[in-house]
């Protein structure tokens, strides 16, 4: 079977420090605070490629956290202080409600990477991404390719807390709440990141993402290959589209089988 661990060499270091700034996804390296420039950053996750000077002094300046997109740089947080500034946010009116914030699911070195659009009912009551009939649909597909959210994926969604009546997210929820996920796929270091449906692919791989066209089609920014794949409640009111799901989970298989073998 896969064995998704095979990937590749990991970083030294899953843990960051504060002493790092990030922009979009992590490139090919992390840049210090040095007050100069971040060079040639990657351009994943709505950042542009170009230099941009560090807003920010160590005789206490301060620094700009994961929700600060009006700029194209953010502080890197460690695990531990990512999950407890995203437990206790308040940027958007998401947070009134909610019961739990959706933090995320998985192992903090996977290699693939799944991201949705945001929790729906269960999700907000269980606090776990893609759970109840949806997420089973998921766990379902996984396993046939040798994939599982508690041994080598890490599931995720663009905002965090369940939008009312689980309509899509607005796009100033998905900014506020942006920050979060660049900065656990900076942690993680996906090689694959797979979008489930059309908010997540339009957000993460292009603003102009065909969902009913594009599935299953592999798109490579910096060193990560992204695709989407349709959304696992769309396949709950549609099953006829169901055979064309699981032929992208085997084209996201034969990824994995391709990646291990360079």
Request: aromatic share 10%.
């Amino acid at each position: 079977g896969l064995s998704v661990g095979r990937l590749g060499a990991r970083s030294s270091s899953a843990l960051l420090p504060y002493g790092f700034f990030m922009v979009g996804l992590y490139a090919s390296s992390l840049f210090p605070v040095n007050g100069h420039f971040i060079q040639n950053p990657c351009p994943i996750f709505g950042c542009t490629r170009g230099n941009f000077m560090l807003d920010w002094h160590k005789g206490g300046g301060r620094a700009p956290g994961p929700g600060s997109f009006g700029v194209r740089f953010f502080m890197m947080l460690n695990w531990n202080e990512l999950e407890a500034q995203c437990l206790s946010c308040q940027k958007c009116a998401l947070a009134d409600k909610r019961t739990n914030v959706v933090f995320g699911v998985g192992p903090r070195d996977a290699e693939v990477m799944f991201i949705g659009e945001g929790p729906g009912e269960n999700e907000d009551l269980q606090g776990e991404p893609f759970v109840g009939r949806g997420g089973k649909l998921l766990d379902d597909m996984l396993e046939l390719i040798d994939l599982d959210r508690h041994k080598n994926v890490y599931i995720a969604n663009i905002v965090k807390c369940r939008p009312p009546q689980n309509r899509d997210p607005l796009n100033t929820e998905q900014d506020a709440c942006i920050g979060y996920l660049r900065n656990q796929a900076a942690l993680i270091r996906p090689k694959i990141i797979v979008c489930l449906g059309r908010i997540a692919a339009m957000r993460i791989i292009k603003p102009d993402f065909k969902i009913t066209r594009e599935h299953g089609q592999f798109f490579k920014k910096g060193n990560i290959y992204m695709m989407a794949t349709l959304h696992p409640a769309a396949l709950l009111r549609n099953p006829a589209q169901k055979p064309a799901a699981f032929d992208d989970f085997l084209k996201l298989r034969d990824k994995i089988d391709e990646l291990q073998a360079d």
